[in-house]
């Protein structure tokens, strides 16, 4: 499986759009990229996930490089709700998921 | 709708005794299971991975062990806690095609005294 790099943390204010970074320069063609938020003491929460085009959801929206060897995962407008730790992982057909340590995102008002 | 189910959501437990996590999922058929493990302030760490009834794929050496008696059902087990087993345990689903989204149970936070 791809591996990810992530920052370790960011912060946002309140209301203001919030771009979460990811690089996965070893992505194969069929691998799908993922992300994953997970709130203290709580199991990670699925939150979109992509081939090749940008996609969007009620949650976010996720933008895929060209070269796919990069995306970000964009919160439109961040709450005090949206913080929490966000993992970033790409997968195929193989079985097995493997997680980072992920971006703290840190939401102030 | 699909629903996962995991229990106990604590659990103390001291040193050298056994282990039962038991997770089950409802609503589907033929799901991946997994089972992974998060230390305090760390990320998850796959342990176990199955794909269908007795198939299981371990991913990391340790005292733990995982079974899937049943298509929707995924147990955790150890005969010997050790104090580093302490965690957050999580047990997920996924469908069978290649890429899709994993599903996360509630946890079992688990403490090794």
């Known amino acids: 499986d791809a591996k990810t790099t992530q920052p370790n943390s960011m912060e946002s204010n309140e209301e203001e759009p919030v771009h979460l970074p990811c690089n996965h320069s070893?992505?194969?063609?069929?691998?799908?990229i993922h992300w994953y938020r997970q709130l203290p003491s709580q199991g990670p929460e699925y939150v979109i996930h992509?081939?090749?085009s940008n996609v969007n959801n009620r949650m976010a929206s996720l933008a895929i490089a060209e070269d796919r060897k990069s995306s970000t995962l964009i919160l439109h407008r961040a709450t005090l709700r949206d913080a929490a730790v966000y993992y970033c992982i790409v997968y195929g057909t193989a079985s097995k998921l493997t997680f980072g340590t992920g971006t703290r995102l840190q939401v102030t008002l | 709708s699909q629903t996962i189910h995991q229990w106990p959501a604590t659990l103390v437990q001291p040193v050298g005794s056994p282990l039962s996590l038991e997770c089950t999922v409802e609503?589907?058929?033929?799901?991946?299971l997994y089972w992974y493990r998060q230390a305090a302030g760390r990320g998850l760490q796959l342990l176990f991975y199955s794909v269908g009834i007795g198939q299981i794929s371990s991913e990391v050496p340790q005292n733990l062990s995982a079974s899937r008696p049943q298509d929707r059902q995924f147990i955790l087990s150890s005969k010997k806690l050790l104090l580093s087993d302490s965690g957050f345990y999580l047990c997920?689903?996924?469908?069978?095609?290649?890429?899709?989204?994993?599903?996360f149970g509630n946890g079992t936070r688990l403490t090794v005294t």
């Open positions: 992509g081939l090749t």
């Open positions: 070893t992505i194969s063609g069929t691998d799908y």
């Open positions: 609503g589907t058929s033929n799901p991946n």
């Open positions: 997920a689903w996924s469908v069978r095609q290649g890429g899709s989204p994993l599903h």
